[in-house]
């Protein structure tokens, strides 16, 4: 086990001990009887190697995301509705460097098991992008997959999601409104850690939550924040 995740293991009791906590989760969702491993991942860039210095925790909006997917195999669990229906799902946990590239595609082997793809799929509702996550980004932080994806399940699990369907319904909605919800459903952030990635057309993608090489919420660099908090926002339901 790397040093960054036995910091993040020690810190699983108090983290989960806060009252009131409320872990992330699907709306629904029912791990299917039988998983196929999907295809081993392409590597589709350079690998680089660099000193982790901060992560980035890319939380994905699901009806968002699968408007633009409807049809692809590789995505079917996560917009199909088979296995449940879902919201804020986990993108990644992606390794940064202090500066220049993030570290990525450090190995491709050993490939995720059928059982971390179980494990984990209620969190990530599509095996071919778990396996992608750990071939790009976790294999530049973790010895194993398992360790990977123990890292981003306790950093998941930790967090309490706004109510972005709530909130979509509200009159005049801005960027600076969803990070005002996240932050006091999470008092350990500030708006400052809460990066937004938005379509052209203003929708919400994905929250890019911000933590230092200790995992403690950090002010997201500017290339990693989005829009201000004056800019409009829109957050499609899709269901």
């Known amino acids: 086990?790397?040093?960054?995740?036995?910091?993040?293991?020690?810190?699983?009791?108090?983290?989960?001990?806060?009252?009131?906590?409320?872990?992330a989760q699907a709306y629904q969702c029912r791990v299917p009887d039988r998983i196929e491993l999907p295809r081993p991942p392409r590597q589709d860039s350079t690998t680089v190697r660099a000193p982790v210095a901060r992560y980035t925790l890319a939380v994905s909006w699901s009806p968002e995301f699968c408007r633009s997917q409807r049809g692809k195999a590789a995505n079917d669990y996560q917009c199909s509705g088979k296995i449940g229906r879902f919201g804020f799902v986990l993108h990644g946990l992606w390794p940064e460097a202090a500066k220049g590239p993030p570290p990525q595609w450090c190995a491709l082997e050993p490939r995720p098991s059928i059982e971390d793809i179980r494990t984990n799929l209620c969190m990530t509702p599509a095996p071919s992008l778990l396996e992608h996550e750990w071939a790009k980004h976790g294999s530049c932080m973790a010895v194993t997959p398992a360790g990977y994806f123990k890292v981003a399940s306790i950093l998941w699990n930790s967090l309490r999601l706004p109510d972005a369907d709530k909130l979509s319904r509200r009159e005049g909605l801005t960027a600076a409104d969803l990070r005002r919800e996240f932050v006091r459903r999470n008092p350990g952030f500030t708006e400052s850690s809460v990066g937004l990635?938005?379509?052209?057309?203003?929708?919400?993608?994905?929250?890019?939550?911000?933590?230092?090489?200790?995992?403690?919420?950090?002010?997201?660099?500017?290339?990693g924040f989005g829009p201000?908090?004056?800019?409009?926002?829109?957050?499609w339901r899709g269901m």
């Open 1 to 23: 086990m790397k040093p960054a995740v036995k910091r993040l293991a020690l810190a699983v009791p108090i983290a989960l001990a806060v009252p009131g906590t409320a872990l």
């Open 197 to 223: 990635q938005v379509s052209n057309g203003g929708w919400l993608r994905e929250l890019r939550l911000c933590y230092d090489k200790d995992f403690m919420p950090t002010p997201c660099p500017p290339r």
């Open 228 to 235: 201000k908090g004056a800019v409009p926002l829109k957050i």
